[in-house]
């Protein structure tokens, strides 16, 4: 089972940056193949997909909403996923979730693709 740990949230002015971390607690063999991905919720809604990048780490795939503010980046000498936040928006306020595949599908819109979940992290952006 892989566990997944978020850590880098917190409040940010508009216009400012954070980065969010993603550590998964798993052998690095055995999440060769996995895709990463984030999502952010807000109270009373579905999930939304925000980026997602691929097991090799070489392509990369974000929501219209954050294209050219947002990177998502991995590690995998630190079985670490990072997503890298720009100009915050305060719509932008919710709670992130790092996610993972068993094998990267290469479809990430959708919450249901995706196996592992982290506990989420609070990112609010004040205006």
């Known amino acids: 089972q892989v566990q997944l740990v978020e850590s880098g949230g917190g409040l940010v002015q508009a216009g400012g940056s954070l980065r969010l971390s993603c550590a998964f607690s798993?052998?690095?063999?055995?999440?060769?193949?996995?895709?990463w991905g984030w999502f952010r919720q807000t109270p009373g809604k579905e999930r939304q997909f925000v980026a997602a990048?691929?097991?090799?780490?070489?392509?990369?795939t974000y929501a219209d909403s954050v294209k050219g503010r947002f990177t998502s980046s991995r590690d995998n000498g630190k079985n670490t996923v990072y997503l890298q936040m720009n100009a915050r928006k305060p719509e932008e306020t919710a709670v992130y979730y790092c996610?993972?595949?068993?094998?990267?599908?290469?479809?990430?819109?959708?919450?249901?693709?995706?196996?592992?979940w982290g506990q989420g992290t609070q990112v609010a952006v004040s205006s």
């Open positions: 996610t993972g595949q068993k094998v990267d599908s290469g479809s990430y819109y959708s919450a249901a693709e995706w196996n592992y």
């Open positions: 798993e052998r690095p063999f055995s999440t060769f193949r996995m895709g």
């Open positions: 990048i691929n097991w090799s780490g070489d392509r990369t």
